[in-house]
Nanobody
Framework: QVQLVESGGGLVQPGGSLRLSCAAS????????MQWYRQSPGKQRALVAI???????NYIDSVKGRFTISRDSAKNSWYLQMNSLKPEDTAVYYC?????????WGQGTQVTVSS
């Protein structure tokens, strides 16, 4: 069983930065994919960024150049660095790990971008 624990959300002014963390515990396949989603009030959860263990990384257009996924393999942790934040980035952010054909979800962390 894999568990994901997220941290790092908060309130930030427009133009600011936050780094979200997703720490995994349990048995994780060497072949895996980390996905970051977000859900704004009244909207469906939407994929924001994806990073595979094979080195493929992709982002939705609205965050390209501002968001970056990274991984610390030694800590079994992934990070979403978010720069130049905009009010429209406000949402609950979720990490999701696909490992051995199973999907695991973090508990979500609130990101609020407001002056």
């Amino acid at each position: 069983q894999v568990q994901l624990v997220e941290s790092g959300g908060g309130l930030v002014q427009p133009g600011g930065s936050l780094r979200l963390s997703c720490a995994a515990s349990g048995s994780i396949s060497s072949i895996n994919t980390m996905q970051w989603y977000r859900q704004s009030p009244g909207k469906q959860r939407a994929l924001v960024a994806i990073s595979s263990s094979t080195g493929i990384t992709n982002y939705i257009d609205s965050v390209k150049g501002r968001f970056t996924i990274s991984r610390d393999s030694a800590k079994n942790s992934w990070y979403l660095q978010m720069n130049s934040l905009k009010p429209e980035d406000t949402a609950v952010y979720y990490c999701s790990l696909v490992s051995d054909s199973q999907s695991y979800w973090g508990q979500g962390t609130q990101v609020t971008v407001s002056s």
